[in-house]
C-alpha cells in the first residue's frame, strides 16, 4: 500500500484520507494544516496518521495530497519543495504530489520540483465531512495531469466508487465554472429565494417547507428531461403581466430599501431587482425554445431591459 501525506487538514483533505484508510488504499503517513489543533482533529476524524505542528516534521510518503484553499496551493507547493528533494535523494524516486482544485491544472504545483504532478476535482460538495463519508460514492472525479500519478489516482478513486474521467489543462477552469454554475449558484438562488419569502413575510422555516418538494422536483425533472422541458413557470407561459408585476415588486422592494423605509433591512434587495432581470433574460433563449412565442419574448425583453 503506498503512504500519503495530507497537507491541509480541512473538508476535503480528511474526507479523501478517512476513506482512503477505511478502504486501504493508502496508508495515512503525515497530517499538517496551519493549525495544529485542526491537524489533530483530523487525525481523530480519519482514524490513522500523525499529526504533525510543523510542516518539516512530515515523515517521507510515496503520495503527497496538498488540500489547501486554491489561493495557496502554489505557495505551499514551493514550500514543500526542500522536503521533497529530500525525500528523493533518500528514496531514489520522487513523490508524488496532487492537489484537488477543480479550477486549477496540476502545472500549479511545479515550484514543488517533482515531474510527478497531478490534478484530482472530486465534483462533490464536502460542506459535511461525515455526511460526505457516505455521499461521496457515485461522483465523478476529473483527473488531469502526469500518467504516473493518473495511474495512482484512478484506482484509489474508483475504490471509493467513483467514477473518474480525463481532462486537459486547458479544458479545466470552464469545466469547473460549469460546475460552480449548477452547484454553488443553485445555494446562491435559494437564499435569494428565502429572502423574497422574507420580504413577503414569509418566515425561513415555512419557506423552506414549501420550497423543498419543488426545488427536489424541478432538480429532478432537469435531469430527467433536460433544461428546456423542465422550465415551467409565468416566462415559458407568456405571462408577460405577471412578469411585470413581480419586476414591480422588487424594484419598489429596492426603492424603500434605498430610502430606508423597508421593513425588512437584512433583505438585500436590489441584488434581488438586479438577479431577477438578469436571470429572466437568460431565460428567454430557453422558454423560446420551449414554445414562447415570438412577440411574448420581445415584451418580457423589453421589461428586463428597463432600468
Ligand atoms: N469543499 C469542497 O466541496 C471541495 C470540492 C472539490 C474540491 N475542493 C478543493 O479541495 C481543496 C481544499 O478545500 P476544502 O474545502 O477542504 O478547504 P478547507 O475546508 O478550507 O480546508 C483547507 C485547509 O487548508 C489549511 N490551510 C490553509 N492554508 C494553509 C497553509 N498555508 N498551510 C497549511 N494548511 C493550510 C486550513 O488549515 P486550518 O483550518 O488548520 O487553519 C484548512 O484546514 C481546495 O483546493 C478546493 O478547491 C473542495
Redesign the pocket.
Known sequence: MLSLNV???????RTLAALWHQNSVFEIAGL????TA??HAARDFIGAGIAVSDMNKLPAAQVWLL????D??A??AAALAPMIARQQSSAGQPPMLF????ALPASVLAASETGLLASA??V????DPKRSLTDLPGSTVALEGSDEVIDVLEPAFTALRCNCIQLSPAQKVLYHTGSVMACNYLTVLMDLSLQVFQAAGIDNHSAMTLLEPIVVQTVKNNFALGPTKALTGPLVRGDVATVARQTKALRALAESSESGTAATPDVDAATLAAMYQALGKAALPLAEKAGLSQDARRQLQSIFDET
Open positions: 497537507v491541509g487538514a480541512g473538508k476535503l483533505g499538517f494544516s496551519r493549525s485542526n491537524a488540500a489547501v484553499p486554491d495557496q496551493i505557495t505551499m492537489h484537488c482544485s477543480g476535482h472530486p462533490h460538495s464536502f460542506a
